[in-house]
């Protein structure tokens, strides 16, 4: 069973950083995609920045030039780095691999951001 272990969020004032981190448990070459994701209260999941595995990148619209994402194929960890926040990025951030075929969630950790 594939596990992801989420890290780094927490609370912080608006254009602070924060730097999340994803650890998984599966060998790197099987990984074709790795993601975040966030959800507020009432509203769906939606994608914050992905990255396949040939380092191609891509990023909503509200996060492009301030969250940067990066993997680590040797430790198999994904990262997102968050610059500028704002509080609209106030969210439960969701880690997501897919592997063989299959679609694979961490538990989520909050980001606070505070005007």
């Known amino acids: 069973q594939v596990q992801l272990v989420e890290s780094g969020g927490g609370l912080v004032q608006a254009g602070g950083s924060l730097r999340l981190s994803c650890a998984a448990s599966?060998?790197?070459?099987?990984?074709?995609?790795m993601g975040w994701y966030r959800q507020t209260p009432g509203k769906q999941r939606t994608l914050v920045a992905g990255?396949?595995?040939?380092?191609?990148?891509n990023y909503a619209d509200s996060v492009k030039g301030r969250f940067t994402i990066s993997r680590d194929n040797a430790k198999v960890t994904l990262y997102l780095q968050m610059d500028s926040l704002e509080p609209e990025d106030t969210a439960v951030y969701y880690c997501?691999?897919?592997?063989?075929?299959?679609?694979?969630w961490g538990q989520g950790t909050q980001v606070t951001v505070s005007s």
């Open positions: 997501n691999m897919m592997t063989l075929g299959r679609s694979y």
């Open positions: 599966a060998t790197s070459n099987s990984i074709s995609f």
């Open positions: 990255i396949t595995s040939i380092g191609r990148t």
